[in-house]
């Protein structure tokens, strides 16, 4: 009886390993699988429309846009060109235009406002004012919107559009020399005007 009672525990205590060591079989499965999905390299992208982070840290190299320098209204008060970009963080036309605005910013960063504005941030309600960024949204990203010292829209970019059309607005709002006979950014000077005005 005791013979009995002994091999019987032990049988237990067998099939106790037994399970105990599937059960650690599959806690190292479960390990080594997660080990391997916290390895894989970063996925993400600028072709894709996955959301990854902010598109001007990760694809256009510039956190300092994030959040912007200015806001619109300030910049309105204090009659700043403004250059509003609308964005969204998982679209692959947003992520290429990044480096675009970024670009921009090394030109016009001092002289303007450059105040990329996510959709996804706006808060619906029927209308909006002029000192809202979401007034000036037409429903397409990117969007890029030049106001001028006075506020008047002087650009309206849907898409991704060419740096060169974005420099040519801004060269007219800052009253610079067109591309074609300065690629520095210059002023004209007085007496080019003045030239312009005597000559018949």
Do not use: H
């Not at 993400?44 to 619109?72: C, H, K, Q, W």
């Not at 679209?91 to 450059?114: H, M, N, P, W």
């Not at 060169?164 to 210059?186: C, G, Q, W, Y």
């Amino acid at each position: 009886m005791i013979l009995s009672g002994l091999s019987k525990n032990l049988l237990q205590f067998i099939q106790l390993l037994k399970i105990s060591w599937s059960r650690l079989a599959l806690f190292l499965l479960v390990l080594i699988a997660s080990f391997a999905i916290w390895t894989i390299p970063a996925s993400a992208t600028i072709n894709d429309d996955r959301y990854e982070g902010n598109v001007y840290v990760l694809f256009g190299g510039n956190g300092s846009l994030v959040p912007p320098r200015m806001d619109l209204p300030t910049s309105l008060k204090r009659e700043k060109p403004a250059i509003l970009v609308f964005y969204v963080d998982d679209s692959s036309d947003c992520k290429q235009f990044s480096g675009l605005v970024t670009r921009l910013q090394e030109f016009y960063g001092r002289a303007a406002s450059i105040i990329p504005v996510s959709v996804d941030s706006f808060i619906d309600q029927d209308k909006y004012s002029p000192d809202e960024p979401a007034y000036y949204y037409s429903g397409v990203v990117p969007e890029t919107v030049i106001l001028d010292q006075k506020g008047k829209v002087v650009y309206d970019g849907k898409g991704q559009v060419p740096y060169e059309e974005i420099d040519d607005v801004l060269r007219e709002v800052f009253d610079l020399l067109p591309r074609s006979e300065s690629e520095v950014l210059k002023r004209r000077s007085f007496n080019e005007f003045n030239s312009g005005m005597t000559q018949e």
